[in-house]
């Protein structure tokens, strides 16, 4: 017997044919537009604001669905409480609405959900309805009062 054949040959790699999947991903990994870096640049930043946002926040669930976005923000200027940011979800399942608030000053987080803890539901919805046709009541009093039924005189 000959050492030839003790001796390891060097192996021949066969040669790599294109894999459909090695294409797809060098072509998903071609170079972006300034157009498409900007856009990946303004989600990735709208995320991180939006985590910034809600970093302190009160959740308020069953809140009643006839609350605007503009009401609450309303509301909460009412009772002094600063926020930055105001949204709801409704439940598909249940079809509650849950109130979610962000606080700029976490220390006054238990304050605020105090506060807070009779806001928004049916009830205060109604005494919200009538405080706001009062105060229309009386501003359009006071304006027909003092300007509408004054009748012109022609100038001569």
Known sequence: MSDNNNEQQPQQTPPVEPNPVNIESKQRTRQLTKEEKHKIHNRACTLEQR??????????????????????????????????????????????????????????????????????????????????????YHANRHYHRNNHHRRHTPNE
């Open 51 to 136: 985590k910034r946002y809600y970093q302190y926040g009160i959740k308020h669930r069953n809140i009643d669905k006839q609350f605007t976005i503009r009401n609450i923000k309303d509301i909460l200027r009412q009772h002094r409480i600063s926020f930055t940011a105001i949204n709801f979800s409704t439940s598909s399942i249940t079809h509650e609405r849950t109130l979610y608030i962000g606080i700029k000053d976490a220390s006054k987080l238990e304050t605020y959900e105090i506060q807070i803890q009779n806001l928004f539901t049916r009830e205060h919805y109604k005494q919200f309805q009538y405080e706001k046709r009062e105060i229309y």
